[in-house]
């Protein structure tokens, strides 16, 4: 919490400068974007987090009785499927805002959300070749 405060303070002293600069005359705000490209972007953003977030709430919901029908695994080895499972969403989430700082934040949640699709379809084809019901 002391940390957090002092971050609070910085963040408040640095806030204030800009706030006292002359400001910029511009027909798209102090970003310089059209508002129509910003709507567009805020709404496939809101998109990629709601469809993230979905698919996540419903993994961590039915993995371990996905793992123990599909798979005939012991309810002990399905949690310890799913606490990887949640240990690697939060690995990603620790490591996601100093990757997104050096890349670039969009690409970031990009990469986070499509980026299991290879994988995804790899394991279908495996069910399906396996023929696993």
Not at 39 to 59: D, E, G, H, P
Not at 77 to 100: D, E, N, R
Request: aromatic letters at 12%; a positive charge.
């Amino acid at each position: 919490m002391v940390l957090l405060g002092k971050v609070g303070l910085w963040a408040k002293s640095h806030r204030a400068a800009p706030a006292n600069a002359p400001k910029l005359a511009s027909d798209h705000g102090a970003h310089g974007l059209q508002s129509n490209k910003v709507r567009w972007t805020i709404a496939i953003l809101v998109v990629l987090v709601f469809s993230k977030y979905i698919y996540l709430a419903s993994l961590t919901s039915y993995y371990t009785f996905y793992l123990i029908t599909t798979f005939h695994v012991s309810v002990q080895s399905a949690q310890v499927y799913l606490f990887v499972f949640l240990g690697a969403v939060a690995l990603g989430t620790i490591l996601g805002g100093p990757i997104g700082d050096r890349v670039e934040r969009k690409y970031v949640i990009w990469c986070s959300i499509l980026g299991v699709v290879p994988f995804t379809l790899v394991l279908r084809t495996c069910y399906r070749i396996l023929d696993l019901r």
